[in-house]
């Protein structure tokens, strides 16, 4: 069994920057993509950001140049830095991963909330 466990959500003004962190334990094969999703009141889960296992990474059109993603591969753990937060990034954010055998999985979300 695997987890994914987020943390670095919180409340931030406008213009401001937060680091979320996800990092998968349990029993773990090898992780293909590792990704960053999000979800807005009243709107569907879209995808943010996404990393392979060999640093490729993709990201959705309202966040490039905002947002990088990362991960360290060593410790199962991908990274999202954002900075210059918008009161539209306000969302859950979650964390996937790909491992293999078992297929996507997802982590409990974090909260993310930019208003002044």
């Known amino acids: 069994q695997v987890r994914l466990v987020e943390s670095g959500g919180g409340l931030v003004q406008p213009g401001g920057s937060l680091r979320l962190s996800c990092a998968a334990s349990?029993?773990?094969?090898?992780?293909?993509?590792m990704g960053w999703h999000r979800q807005a009141p009243g709107k569907e889960r879209e995808l943010v950001a996404i990393?392979?296992?060999?640093?490729?990474?993709n990201y959705v059109d309202s966040v490039k140049g905002r947002f990088t993603i990362s991960r360290v591969s060593a410790s199962n753990t991908v990274y999202l830095q954002m900075n210059s937060l918008k009161p539209e990034d306000t969302a859950v954010y979650y964390c996937?991963?790909?491992?293999?055998?078992?297929?996507?999985?997802w982590g409990q979300g974090t909260q993310v909330t930019v208003s002044s």
């Open positions: 349990g029993t773990i094969f090898s992780i293909n993509d």
């Open positions: 990393i392979s296992s060999g640093g490729s990474t």
């Open positions: 996937s991963a790909v491992f293999v055998v078992i297929g996507r999985q």
